[in-house]
């Protein structure tokens, strides 16, 4: 394997920069996705049959907690790429800890945001509204989820393995998709949240 | 037993009853076969772990041609039924699931695994690579694709077919009107193939992008690798729109969700707006890369080089661009109002303008060039008025007050058969004897191949002229029947019997195969048609690195150059080759999507938990998994590339 050593150790080998690409292109095609999931939640947002309205079952405070989870989450893995940069090991391993922890509280609240609604009747049965809410809601918090297994089994190998231009070039491409699914929360609060609510 | 009731199928005939026990047996025959001839590793070894893109490639070929004539079954019984008023060989039930299963199967399972083999086949010889940027997911892509071609095909025997035509618009689709499990399937099997051809999507556009020869810009990039690269682009911005809706559609029939129902307010239009916004870029991902091969084909056999070059390129990008901006024509009928229905009318005219600038660039690479017929030719020379008619009709149909006659008539059938198939079939089928010497080391019969060429466009003027007569007299489309005081009993006929000359030309293609297979010459070196592009600079059959010094280029006809003009394409010397290894997860977790699949369908939740499951469990070890591939050795190298000298002579 050819190493070029003037270039950060994710892009380090001709393997590396393609898969970073590759992944840049996987998340134009992930932009896509969610574009589609907004549209319909656009097209059905006001077609809620007998079920209730945005308005009437969004709650500020747990969303709140999320976003302000996620957006922190994101601020730290930046800080864990930044480590990896100048070839910290720990303190990688300490940012892509806490990015999973702060993950995993997202989704906690996420959890009871799903059990509270279902629980006050906007089921996935409900209404258009509710299926296409619900829907781009859990397609995010699926991404959540793999991205949490994805991002543990990243850290035992840099555990196990050190920074190679391997596992370097993995938690790069982590990071990518970790920023994304912030963006698109970003985008689910502005649009879906507080524009539901007012 | 009670278990055991849905899996029978709902309407059962003797014509199922018999395909069952013909698949049945075939499938007996080829197991027995493999075990006794001992196989089983060969087969596990050389073709099930592969990573070569040209042994892939060679499987989407066969999975295609196995398609093609599934395909063609049901279009010969479609015919069959409508060539006689009242007819009674299929009910309306019946009749139904073929014309569903005939779209879905040669758009999505024979025409896109047949472009998807030219692309693993010809993207790295063409642009002097060693292979695509992601052997693995490759694998990947092709046996998520095999899977989901299988469990559709699966319909049929197991549970009952699809039947709401190959579009499934809601409420049709829904669990009412459409009660067996044959949407299901088809929800879940385009899917999960859906899934293979989103990532081989985003596989080739990382390849052509990254891995192209030393001085091959993007505009010194051969024709087709070009079509590849845009038909790539749209598919990865398309089918996530498909894997939404088709997801959508599941959660509909399968856990009674509200989004195309008509009631809770559900939106029932909101399927057929996202279908087409998917659909409609669909077909350009299929009738770009078919441009592609009939630019190399043209310009080959005209020995000429490609006229307009830039405005080929140019006139695909427009094309790609506004196959997203057109697809409310598939629908003027139904309720848009007359402002939307204009603006769409108005883009869907503007494709014929970059589509006439390609038609009008193939017939000056043509004008005062020094023609070849070979059968490929034959084919390129065949579609170039052949298309432009179905062009023509399209713009017809373009015209939204005019299309309230021709909506879904057998008007909309013919134009759209006759763009497809002088469009990609004769393209698959050109490229398929263009580049058969490079893949297997001997030619197909031009006689016989010219033979095909003139019957199967003899058949296709037969079967679908007729329809836009019938279609304009208001014949509908997707009807079993008519009565005989319509008046379309003698048309159809004539149809039928040009379906049946099709279906010769088809037959004549295999024997072409076998006839060449016997008697062909083996004894044609490496460059057989004098071509002009970098997959003929290599040796036939092509070594697994493809090339043991990689090219360098300095124009759009490298190789051409190199023949003709001393431009010296191998300079460096050869050096020790890195190569992926083999791997059996990529079918391992395919065939979890396999079951995983079918349980969905079925709803059998424990083995759906189990199955997908076990996917993340083959995701999870590829993460773990150390492979860093393996090095051929220069001595390998030369001793391959000896042999393959002395072989040519």
Not at chain 2, 136 to 147: K, V
Request: with cysteine; charged share 10%; net charge neutral.
């Amino acid at each position: 394997m050819k190493v070029d050593n003037s270039l950060p150790l994710e892009y380090s080998t001709e393997e590396n920069s393609l898969k970073i690409l590759g992944f840049w292109i996987f998340l134009g095609a992930e932009i896509m996705l969610f574009a589609t999931l907004f549209a319909v939640y656009f097209t059905l947002e006001n077609r809620i049959g007998n079920g209730p309205s945005g308005a009437e079952i969004f709650e500020i405070t747990p969303v709140l907690f999320e976003t302000f989870l996620l957006l922190t989450s994101s601020f730290v893995i930046g800080l864990g790429i930044h480590a990896m940069r100048l070839g910290n090991k720990k303190a990688t391993m300490v940012f892509f800890s806490i990015t999973l922890l702060l993950g995993a509280g997202f989704l906690g609240f996420e959890i009871y945001e799903f059990v509270h609604y279902i629980h006050i009747g906007a089921t996935l049965q409900t209404s258009a509204f509710t299926a296409a809410l619900l829907t781009t809601l859990g397609t995010h918090g699926l991404h959540v989820i793999l991205g949490l297994f994805w991002g543990l089994f990243i850290l035992i190998q840099i555990k196990k393995r050190g920074l190679t231009p391997e596992t370097a070039n993995k938690s790069f491409i982590f990071s990518l998709y970790w920023h994304f699914l912030d963006i698109v929360w970003i985008f689910i609060f502005s649009f879906i949240y507080l524009k539901g609510m007012m | 037993m009670e278990f055991f009731k849905q899996f029978a199928v709902p309407h059962p005939s003797f014509l199922i009853y018999g395909a069952m026990v013909s698949i049945g047996l075939a499938m007996l025959a080829i197991v027995v076969g493999i075990t006794y001839f001992k196989k089983w590793g060969y087969l596990w070894r050389e073709w099930i772990t592969t990573v070569d893109h040209k042994r892939i490639g060679i499987m989407y070929l066969l999975t295609a041609l196995l398609m093609l004539f599934r395909g063609g079954v049901d279009a010969i019984m479609m015919r069959y039924q409508l060539s006689m008023p009242e007819n009674t060989f299929l009910d309306s039930q019946h009749y139904n699931e073929v014309f569903t299963t005939h779209g879905i199967v040669m758009i999505l399972f024979m025409a896109m695994p047949f472009i998807t083999f030219f692309f693993n086949y010809l993207i790295p010889l063409q642009i002097g690579a060693r292979d695509v940027a992601f052997p693995r997911l490759n694998a990947l892509s092709f046996w998520l694709f095999f899977m989901g071609m299988g469990l559709f095909n699966l319909s049929f025997i197991i549970g009952g077919s699809p039947d709401a035509g190959w579009t499934s618009y809601f409420p049709l689709a829904n669990n009412e009107f459409s009660p067996t499990v044959g949407t299901n399937y088809y929800m879940i099997a385009i899917q999960i193939a859906g899934i293979g051809t989103l990532i081989s999507g985003i596989n080739f556009i990382t390849t052509i992008l990254k891995m192209r020869a030393p001085g091959m810009s993007l505009m010194k990039m051969p024709m087709f690798t070009w079509s590849a690269f845009i038909a790539n682009v749209i598919v990865v911005f398309a089918f996530p729109v498909l894997t939404v809706l088709l997801a959508m559609g599941t959660m509909d029939r399968l856990f009674g969700t509200n989004f195309f129902t008509t009631d809770n307010g559900g939106m029932d239009m909101l399927w057929a707006n996202l279908f087409w916004v998917w659909g409609h870029p669909e077909v350009y991902i299929l009738i770009l890369p078919a441009f592609g091969l009939y630019s190399e084909i043209i310009s080959t056999f005209a020995r000429r080089n490609l006229y307009g070059y830039k405005s080929m390129v140019a006139s695909m990008v427009v094309i790609s661009v506004f196959s997203f901006i057109v697809w409310t024509h598939h629908f003027f009928t139904m309720g848009q109002g007359a402002l939307t229905n204009s603006i769409f009318s108005i883009t869907t005219m503007a494709i014929a303008i970059p589509t006439g600038v390609k038609i009008f660039n193939w017939l000056f690479t043509l004008w005062k060039g020094k023609i070849v017929f070979t059968t490929p030719m034959l084919y390129s020379v065949l579609f170039i008025p052949l298309f432009t008619l179905g062009g023509v009709t399209g713009v017809m149909l373009a015209m939204s007050a005019a299309d309230y006659q021709y909506h879904n008539t057998m008007f909309l059938v013919a134009h759209f058969h006759n763009v497809i198939i002088p469009g990609v079939v004769y393209a698959m089928i050109a490229g398929l004897t263009f580049y058969w010497p490079k893949m297997f080391g001997f030619m197909l019969n031009e006689r016989i191949g010219k033979w095909t060429a003139w019957i199967m466009s003899i058949g296709f003027l037969l079967s679908f002229m007729p329809m836009y007569i019938t279609g304009l007299d208001g014949q509908a489309r997707r009807m079993s029947t008519y009565s005989e005081a319509a008046g379309f009993s003698m048309l159809n006929m004539v149809s039928f019997v040009g379906a049946g000359i099709m279906a010769i030309s088809f037959v004549l293609l295999v024997y072409n195969i076998y006839y060449s297979i016997r008697y062909a010459s083996r004894d044609i070196g490496s460059d057989p048609w004098d071509a002009r592009s970098l997959e003929w600079a290599t040796h036939t059959p092509v070594p697994e690195y493809n090339f043991a010094v990689i090219p360098e280029v300095a124009s759009t006809q490298a190789f051409w150059d190199t023949k003709k003009n001393g431009h010296e394409l191998f300079k460096g010397k050869i050096e020790k080759i890195h190569m992926p290894n083999n791997s059996g997860w990529p079918f391992i977790m395919a065939c979890f999507f396999f079951v995983f699949g079918f349980a969905m369908v079925f709803s059998i939740w424990p083995v759906v938990i189990v199955t997908l499951i076990g996917i993340l469990v083959c995701m999870a070890y590829r993460s773990f998994e150390k492979d860093h591939g393996r090095y051929i050795s220069v001595k390998e190298i030369e001793e391959t590339e000896a042999k393959l000298r002395g072989a040519k002579k």
